[in-house]
C-alpha cells in the first residue's frame, strides 16, 4: 500500500506529530552515537599497557593510531556516499556490530602488524556511523534549525568521547584488568546501541507518512535546486569535489581534527605517564577533556545560529582562535596544579571540538540536502587524512623528548593552522 505524504502544515496536530518524530529521530541517532566512540577513542588508554607487555615505542603505536585515522578517512569518503545511497539506519547498524566484532579480535593482538591491521580495519567500520547518520539528519531537519541540530548530533559525539575515558578508567583504576579488556567490554555497550537504532529510526519522514520539511525549504533556491534525487555516485562526488570552499573547510576541519586526536590519543598517555597517575583520582583528570568537547559542540551550534545567523565561518573561527590561546597555555600548567589543569583541559576540549557543528553544518549548507553524506564523508576524509598525520609525529617527539606536556605545543600549532584556514570559509 502506497503511504502519501502529509503535510505537516496542515493541522496542528499533525505539525506536532511530525515535531514529535523529528526529535525522537535526533535523539535516537544521538544515542547510538553514544557508543560509538567506545570502539575507537579507547587506544589512548591501552598503550602503557601495550608498552608494557608487548615493547612498542611509542612512535610505533603512533602509526598504529595514525592506521585507523586513515583508514577510517577512506571509509568516510566512500561511505557517505552509501548513506545517500542506502539511508543511516542500516549504514550506522552494520557499523556498530562490525566495529564491535574487530575490536574483540584485536583484543588478542600480540604483533605489531596484527595490531595495525586490526586497528585499521576497525576504522573503516567506524566510517559506517558519522556520515550516514549526518544524512540521515539532514532528512529530517530544515536549513534554519541545521546549526542546532549538529551542535546535538556533535554533543553525543563528545559524550561519546566521555563514555570511552570513563570505562577505559573503571577497566584500568576500579576493575584494575589489563588493556585488552578495554577493547573487550565498552564495545558492548556500541552493539547495543547499534541493534537498538535498527528498530527506532527510519531513513526520511515519508517512511512514516510525513512530509520532507525541504519541499518549502528556501534551500530549494540554492544547492538542492535542480538536483536529481536519483543522480549516480559519480554526479555526486563530482558536485561535491568542485565546490571549493568545502575544500577549504576540509582543511580546517582536517588541521582541528589534528588537534583533537592529539588531545584524545596522547592527554591520557600525560596523566598515565606522569606524577598525577599516582595521586587519588589522578587519571579521572583526563576526562575534563571530553567533557569540554560534548559542551563546545552544543554551543558552537547555537553560537552559529543565533549569534552569526547561520554565517558558520564566524563561528568556527572563533572557537578556533580560543583553542590556539587554551591548548597554549596548558602546556605551561604544572603537574601538581590539579584544579587548574583541569579547567584547561575543558577549555582545551571545549574550543578545539566545538566547531565541528558548524563545519558539519556546512555540507547540506553549501551543496544540499541531497548530497549532505557524500559531503560529509569527503569533509571527514580531509579531517582525519591530515589528523592522521599528528600521530606518529607525537610519538616520535616523546620518544625523542620524553616531557609529555610537548603534546599541547603541537595541538596549539594544529589549532593556529586550523584558525588561519577557517578565515578562507564563506557560506
Given at each position: 500500500m502506497t503511504t502519501h505524504p502529509i503535510d505537516i502544515g496542515v493541522t496542528p496536530t499533525v505539525a506536532q506529530s511530525f515535531r514529535?518524530?523529528?526529535?525522537?529521530?535526533?535523539?535516537?541517532?544521538?544515542?547510538?552515537?553514544?557508543?560509538?566512540?567506545?570502539?575507537?577513542?579507547?587506544?589512548?588508554?591501552?598503550?602503557?599497557?601495550?608498552?608494557?607487555?608487548?615493547?612498542?615505542?611509542?612512535?610505533?603505536?603512533?602509526?598504529?593510531?595514525a592506521t585507523m585515522l586513515w583508514c577510517y578517512a577512506i571509509g568516510q569518503a566512500i561511505n557517505g556516499n552509501l548513506g545517500d545511497k542506502y539511508g543511516g539506519r542500516r549504514m550506522m547498524t552494520a557499523g556498530a556490530v562490525f566495529s564491535c566484532?574487530?575490536?574483540?579480535?584485536?583484543?588478542?593482538?600480540?604483533?605489531?602488524?596484527?595490531?595495525?591491521?586490526?586497528?585499521?580495519?576497525?576504522?573503516?567500520?567506524?566510517?559506517?556511523?558519522w556520515a550516514p547518520g549526518s544524512r540521515l539528519l539532514s532528512n529530517w531537519w530544515g536549513s534554519s534549525e541545521r546549526g542546532k541540530v549538529y551542535g546535538f548530533y556533535l554533543f553525543a559525539s563528545g559524550s561519546a568521547a566521555i563514555m570511552s575515558f570513563l570505562?577505559?578508567?573503571?577497566?584500568?583504576?576500579?576493575?584494575?584488568?589489563?588493556w585488552r579488556w578495554i577493547f573487550r567490554i565498552p564495545v558492548l555497550l556500541m552493539l547495543f546501541g547499534g541493534i537498538t537504532y535498527f528498530f527506532i529510526v527510519r531513513d526520511k519522514p515519508e517512511d512514516l507518512g510525513f512530509k520532507s520539511p525541504h519541499d518549502d525549504d528556501a534551500l530549494q533556491a540554492g544547492p538542492d535546486a535542480g538536483v536529481d534525487s536519483g543522480e549516480s555516485s559519480f554526479q555526486r562526488y563530482k558536485?561535491?569535489?568542485?565546490?571549493?570552499?568545502?575544500?577549504?573547510?576540509?582543511?580546517?576541519?582536517?588541521?582541528?581534527?589534528?588537534?583533537?586526536?592529539?588531545l584524545i590519543v596522547?592527554?591520557?598517555?600525560?596523566?598515565?605517564?606522569?606524577?598525577?597517575?599516582?595521586?587519588?583520582?589522578?587519571?579521572?583528570?583526563?576526562?575534563?577533556?571530553?567533557?569540554?568537547?560534548?559542551?563546545?559542540?552544543?554551543?558552537?551550534?547555537?553560537?552559529?545560529?543565533r549569534v552569526f545567523g547561520s554565517h558558520r565561518g564566524n563561528a568556527i573561527g572563533l572557537y578556533m582562535l580560543l583553542a590556539v590561546v587554551s591548548t597554549g597555555a596548558m602546556y605551561f600548567v604544572p603537574h601538581d596544579q590539579r584544579m587548574l589543569?583541569?579547567?584547561m583541559l575543558f577549555l582545551s576540549g571545549f574550543?578545539?571540538?566545538?566547531?565541528?557543528?558548524?563545519?558539519?553544518?556546512?555540507?547540506?549548507?553549501?551543496?544540499?540536502?541531497?548530497?549532505?553524506?557524500?559531503?560529509?564523508?569527503?569533509?571527514?576524509?580531509?579531517?582525519?587524512?591530515?589528523?592522521?598525520?599528528?600521530?606518529?609525529?607525537?610519538?616520535?617527539?616523546?620518544?625523542?623528548?620524553?616531557?609529555t606536556s610537548n603534546v599541547f605545543l603541537v595541538v596549539c600549532v594544529a589549532s593556529a593552522l586550523g584558525f588561519l584556514t577557517s578565515l578562507l570559509i564563506k557560506r
Open positions: 514529535r518524530a523529528q526529535w525522537k529521530m535526533l535523539f535516537a541517532t544521538m544515542f547510538c552515537y553514544l557508543f560509538f566512540y567506545t570502539g575507537r577513542q579507547t587506544f589512548g588508554f591501552a598503550i602503557p599497557g601495550i608498552q608494557a607487555e608487548l615493547g612498542f615505542s611509542k612512535a610505533q603505536l603512533g602509526w598504529v593510531s566484532a574487530t575490536n574483540w579480535v584485536l583484543s588478542f593482538s600480540t604483533g605489531l602488524f596484527s595490531l595495525g591491521a586490526l586497528w585499521g580495519v576497525n576504522g573503516y567500520f567506524q566510517a559506517l556511523g570505562t577505559s578508567v573503571i577497566i584500568i583504576d576500579v576493575m584494575h584488568l589489563d558536485a561535491v569535489l568542485k565546490n571549493w570552499r568545502l575544500s577549504v573547510a576540509g582543511l580546517t576541519i582536517g588541521f582541528a581534527n589534528a588537534a583533537r586526536y592529539g596522547w592527554v591520557p598517555v600525560h596523566f598515565l605517564g606522569s606524577g598525577l597517575a599516582t595521586a587519588p583520582g589522578g587519571r579521572w583528570i583526563s576526562i575534563a577533556l571530553p567533557c569540554g568537547m560534548a559542551i563546545g559542540a552544543i554551543t558552537n551550534g547555537w553560537v552559529s545560529d589543569g583541569i579547567a574550543f578545539v571540538f566545538g566547531p565541528y557543528a558548524s563545519l558539519y553544518a556546512l555540507c547540506p549548507d553549501l551543496v544540499g540536502v541531497k548530497r549532505a553524506g557524500t559531503a560529509t564523508g569527503i569533509l571527514n576524509f580531509f579531517s582525519y587524512a591530515l589528523g592522521g598525520l599528528i600521530e606518529p609525529l607525537i610519538g616520535w617527539i616523546l620518544d625523542h623528548y620524553p616531557d
